[in-house]
């Protein structure tokens, strides 16, 4: 019903900037919360950023102050600006819409396919 199709991953030098983009198709609830996650090899899947319904925004204390996730409602795109990557940065990426569920529509969390983000000299 709901699809997120990621872009924008490659590879990169450290110090360089990549920005991702997850564009959403199907009936999602404003009331939704929507963020970047990453996975390195042999590591936890982490939360990177997300925005709440209200606008606040979240970040890992890793990514602060160098990346800035975004949304553009109108084109149902989120994204994720990153600047001064950092090898440990290197990880898939992955959107994610969840709903906690409310009074016309059951909850739900889907993930898109995720994209690769290699940050290497």
């Known amino acids: 019903q709901v699809q997120l199709v990621e872009s924008g991953g490659g590879s990169v030098q450290p110090g360089g900037s990549l920005r991702l983009s997850c564009a959403a198709s199907?009936?999602?609830?404003?009331?939704?919360?929507m963020g970047w996650y990453r996975q390195a090899p042999g590591k936890q899947r982490d939360l990177v950023a997300d925005?709440?319904?209200?606008?606040?925004?979240n970040y890992a204390d890793s990514v602060k102050g160098r990346f800035t996730i975004s949304t553009d409602n109108a084109k149902n795109t989120l994204y994720l600006q990153m600047n001064s990557l950092k090898p440990e940065d290197t990880a898939i990426y992955y959107c994610?819409?969840?709903?906690?569920?409310?009074?016309?529509?059951?909850?739900?969390?889907?993930w898109g396919q995720g994209t690769q983000v290699t940050v290497s000299s």
């Open positions: 925005v709440a319904p209200d606008g606040s925004l």
């Open positions: 199907g009936s999602i609830s404003r009331m939704s919360v």
């Open positions: 994610n819409v969840r709903f906690a569920g409310g009074l016309l529509r059951t909850s739900y969390d889907y």
